[in-house]
């Protein structure tokens, strides 16, 4: 029996298609306020099929930071796949995003640890691994340094993928991925998925920052061929190709058939734009939409290589185009 935990999200619903369909067993643990129809119409953007593999779906309410939730829904499971976390880069959330991801993951460390012959596949993040020095492509060897300026999203990443290490060391059986930026269909509002609603809806600006991208696909069937193999203790970057956000921006507009950003944000621009979002939030007590972190994000430029999952699982990734192109699709229908 496979348990998903975060298995309303991006990541979590394209796993639990993936598992369904090849006739697995899933349980969920998900939170009173989590929306579930998003996997339905996730399951149904993919399949004819979506309403009952959609209804095999074994659902337990539970918060990741309640232990004995996680304890009770570990019940006659072998293969744990933790893909909960809270994203946002706003100031306002930095300690509830740091407590949710490294205690609730120390929470699934600890539960799992507690069971014998369990299996856990972690979702890190490419946030949680180091800068290159020497503008090489970055490996699973770049150490994360917490000298360098990182996001608190990031941080809470690195500590969170610590806790996973920390649980390998006391015997646990254990395998981390380090996903890019994930492309794919979901809450059309939040993370990746919010670039195709704010590129149709005719964005100006775009970056000339650089980073790895992966359709959603890819993620979830390297999560699947790493728990079924007896591979462990190790971390893996899933990561398809290198691109400006510049490129990613006239892609998703080529395919959504509206015309790309013109303007180049520079550093100064965004600047002002975050001073100008600050006063924005101030008035109207509304979240922030531009700090410090999205800027950084925004402008660095790093190369990510998938060299060491593509050998090891002899793997071969949908391209960045196709990604795109079938994403566009989705969110135009
Ligand atoms: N999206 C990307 O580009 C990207 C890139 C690299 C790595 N990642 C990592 O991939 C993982 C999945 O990301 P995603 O894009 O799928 O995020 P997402 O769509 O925001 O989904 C997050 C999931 O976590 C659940 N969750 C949040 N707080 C929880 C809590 N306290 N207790 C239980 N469940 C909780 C959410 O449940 P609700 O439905 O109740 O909110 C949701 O199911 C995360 O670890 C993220 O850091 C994402």
């Not at 293969?79 to 809270?86: F, G, K």
């Not at 991208?213 to 790493?226: A, P, Y």
């Not at 660095?300 to 795109?324: A, G, Q």
Request: a positive charge; hydrophobic letters at 40%; one cysteine or more.
């Amino acid at each position: 029996m496979n348990l998903v935990i975060g298995g309303t999200g991006l990541v979590g619903s394209h796993l639990l298609l993936e598992l369904l369909k090849r006739g697995e067993k899933v349980k969920v643990l998900r939170r009173s306020s989590s929306n579930i129809n998003l996997v339905l119409e996730t399951f149904q953007s993919y399949t004819p099929q979506a309403e009952e593999l959609f209804q095999a779906i074994e659902w337990i309410e539970g918060d990741i930071l309640d232990f004995q939730a996680i304890e009770l829904a570990l019940e006659n499971v072998s293969q744990v796949y933790h893909c909960a976390a809270m994203v946002s880069f706003s100031p306002k959330n930095k300690y509830h995003m740091l407590r949710t991801n490294v205690e609730g993951t120390a929470n699934i460390v600890n539960a799992c640890k507690r069971k014998p012959n369990i299996k856990l596949c972690f979702v890190s993040s490419i946030a949680a691994i180091g800068s290159a020095e020497n503008n090489e492509f970055i490996t699973e060897n770049h150490m994360w340094k917490p000298t360098e300026h990182r996001s608190v999203y990031s941080v809470s990443k690195f500590k969170s993928e610590m806790e996973v290490w920390r649980g390998i060391e006391e015997g646990l059986n254990a395998v981390i991925v380090n996903p890019s930026v994930i492309i794919g269909p979901g809450n059309w509002e939040k993370s990746s998925a919010s670039f195709f609603p704010l590129i149709s809806r005719g964005m100006k600006f775009y970056t000339n920052g650089v980073t790895g991208f992966v359709d959603v696909r890819d993620v979830v069937k390297i999560m699947v061929q790493l728990m079924k193999s007896e591979i462990s203790g190790e971390r893996f970057i899933v990561s398809s190709e290198n691109r400006s956000f510049r490129e990613l921006f006239a892609t998703i507009a080529k395919y959504l058939n509206v015309k790309p950003p013109k303007y180049e944000a520079t550093r100064s621009i965004l600047l002002i734009g975050s001073f100008l979002d600050k006063i924005r939030s101030w008035i109207t007590f509304s979240p922030r939409k531009i700090s410090s972190d999205t800027i950084s994000a925004a402008i660095c430029k790093d190369c990510y290589s998938n060299r060491k999952v593509s050998d090891k699982l002899n793997y071969s990734f949908i391209p960045f185009e196709t990604m795109i192109q079938e994403c566009a699709a989705k969110y135009s229908k």
